[in-house]
């Protein structure tokens, strides 16, 4: 029997607060809703999951968020850098492994400067021409992401986080806004770069309703990647004793944005197998269609500790890669290294 609300969604792209609403609070649509969300995948992209290297360049942040292992008020965490040989040599692993993009993802470290970003970004993409490079360092002036652009970077990661502002001043500091956060959004896209953004589920004092905000802001920005996962506890941070968002609800919310945004690149993210040993597996069926392996060095990886118990920090890069290639396919679906741009339309 088709389900009436997921059929309107699947059709429309787009439902009213309260028919989602009920979609979010119940899990009576969860069948329906990710074999519709796998449908969708599979018209749009087959069975294709993208593969993305990722690389951690640092653990030092400047930043206070209240849900974050790097915050700069946790003195417990272990901090480090990498230098640009560093990176290069991840990158040169990586593209041995098959990886057409990579991703620096960091704290907001200050060592790194605009300057160090652009040589960074210039150094790779005159090594490898035909990879894309991704970055995902936080929040930056217009003329910062101009120069990055400028540099020959082709995309950036920047979570909104959560939509409602309310909200937002509860996960972070005074000194940070819901409003500067998408500023530097829709300045990323002005600019031309290839845009993820996201949220996560079932953060600290998140609502419903707080949901549906977020939902309603994507399709406002139009990204190409959303990226979401469980908010998961950090223990030595100000929400220690807070629960992490449950695996039901992330994977609830992932084929909803499947539907909403067909076109859209969605991870099945790393925080979804840290809550459960299939969780990525399952994400990818419920409509996620890219994995961002590890590629960093593995003496640091335990130091990138933006949650508790975070997965793949013992293996080396080409185990992560096997892994994922195998958890993939024992899902059904199969792992491309292409750059594998967004399909619009
Ligand atoms: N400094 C960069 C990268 C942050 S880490 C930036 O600001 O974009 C990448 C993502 O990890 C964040 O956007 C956040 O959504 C997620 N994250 C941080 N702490 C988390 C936690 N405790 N549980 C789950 N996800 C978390």
């Known amino acids: 029997m088709k389900d009436f609300l997921v059929e309107k969604l699947r059709e429309n792209r787009d439902l009213s607060d309260t028919e989602l609403k009920a979609l979010i609070e119940t899990n009576e649509h969860d069948k329906a809703l990710m074999t519709a969300a ?4 599979r018209e749009r992209y087959g069975i294709s999951v993208y593969l993305r290297g990722l690389i951690e360049i640092s653990s030092y942040c400047k930043n206070n968020c209240l849900y974050c292992g790097l915050r700069a008020g946790n003195k417990k965490a272990q901090r480090y850098r990498l230098s640009k040989d560093q990176i290069l040599s991840c990158c040169e692993e990586g593209y041995a492994l098959g ?3 990579f991703v620096l993802q960091g704290g907001e470290d200050p060592h790194f400067t605009d300057d160090l970003i652009c040589d960074l970004v210039k150094e790779i ?3 490898y021409p035909d990879c894309a490079v991704t970055l995902s360092l936080g929040e930056k002036s217009r003329a910062s992401y101009e120069k990055y652009y400028e540099a020959g970077a082709d995309r950036y990661l920047l979570r909104h986080e959560t939509a409602d502002k309310a909200h937002y ?5 005074e000194d940070m806004s819901a409003e500067n956060r998408k500023r530097c959004l829709y300045d990323l896209k002005e600019i031309g770069y290839q845009v993820g953004s996201g949220f996560m589920v079932g953060s600290p004092y998140q609502t419903t309703e707080n949901l549906i905000a977020d939902l309603r802001f994507l399709q406002d920005l139009q990204p190409d990647m959303i990226g ?3 908010y998961i506890t950090h223990k030595d941070t100000p929400f220690g004793d807070k629960q992490g968002g449950s695996l039901e609800l992330s994977l609830r919310m992932l084929a909803i944005l499947r539907l909403m945004f067909p076109y859209a690149l969605l991870p099945s993210t790393t925080a979804l197998g840290t809550i459960d040993p299939m969780g990525r597996e399952l994400g990818l069926k419920a409509g996620g269609n890219v994995v961002m392996p590890n590629l960093s060095p593995t003496d640091v990886r335990e130091k990138y500790a933006i949650y508790d118990n975070k997965i793949c920090t013992g293996e080396e890069s080409a185990q992560c890669r096997r892994c994922l290639e195998m958890r993939i396919e024992s899902a059904g679906y199969k792992a491309v290294t292409d750059r594998g741009d967004v399909k619009r339309g």
Do not use: F, M, N
């Open 38 to 41: 796998d449908e969708v995948r």
């Open 228 to 230: 979401i996962g469980p």
């Open 99 to 101: 990886y057409r993009t």
């Open 125 to 127: 993409k005159e090594r």
């Open 169 to 173: 001043e509860k996960l972070h500091p």
